[in-house]
């Protein structure tokens, strides 16, 4: 049984904790922890490489844009880690989306880090973030656009995919970035 506790430290900042395992931001540690140890068994190195770089760029991608859209940047760091996880798992990017917010369901209730419903938001999030050419729920958006500016920004020699550019483009208006 999920038990939230709110935590006050001695200087007064305050956090929330899922099963009093400390402040809010270490569940991303535990799933980061729990993420790390399943990638790290892949054995293609280069591959390896390319989904740690991605998972985490994405990851930061996605803190920053929740935080400035007032969302909950833990959760949406959560979203990011796991939203590839099925494919890296499998090999196989067909219909990843749907069946990686499955995996991520199955992971965040296994390590009872979440609520059901942050479980729902960071699922709902995954089994959108492929769909780019539609708009679904602000926490879908966010992953989104955080898996466009990785895909876009992490190789620039690249051209950006047809079905990503519009959303790219909104995307460096709204953070003031002339392209």
Do not use: W
């Not at 305050?14 to 809010?24: L, Q, R, V």
């Not at 219909?95 to 729902?120: I, Q, S």
Request: proline share 2%; net charge negative; aromatic share 6%.
């Amino acid at each position: 049984m999920l038990r939230h506790f709110s935590i006050v430290y001695k200087d007064g900042s305050g956090g929330e904790s899922i099963n009093g395992k400390g402040n809010a931001m270490s569940r991303l540690k535990e799933l980061r922890k729990y993420i790390d140890k399943k990638l790290n068994k892949m054995e293609d190195e280069d591959k390896r490489t390319g989904a740690i770089a991605h998972l985490y760029g994405v990851s930061l991608a996605a803190q920053m844009i929740a935080k400035k859209r007032n969302l909950d940047p833990e959760l949406a760091a959560m979203a990011a880690m796991l939203h590839d996880m099925h494919a890296y798992k499998t090999g196989s990017y067909d219909d990843h989306a749907h069946l990686g917010a499955d995996y991520a369901r199955n992971v965040l209730t296994k390590l009872e880090l979440t609520t059901p419903e942050e479980t729902d938001i960071i699922c709902s999030a995954i089994y959108h973030h492929d769909d780019k050419l539609n708009v679904d729920g602000p926490m879908d958006e966010v992953l989104k656009d955080a898996d466009v500016i990785h895909h876009c920004m992490n190789d620039m020699s690249k051209p950006i995919k047809e079905k990503e550019q519009a959303r790219f483009d909104r995307l460096m208006k709204e953070f003031g970035i002339e392209s």
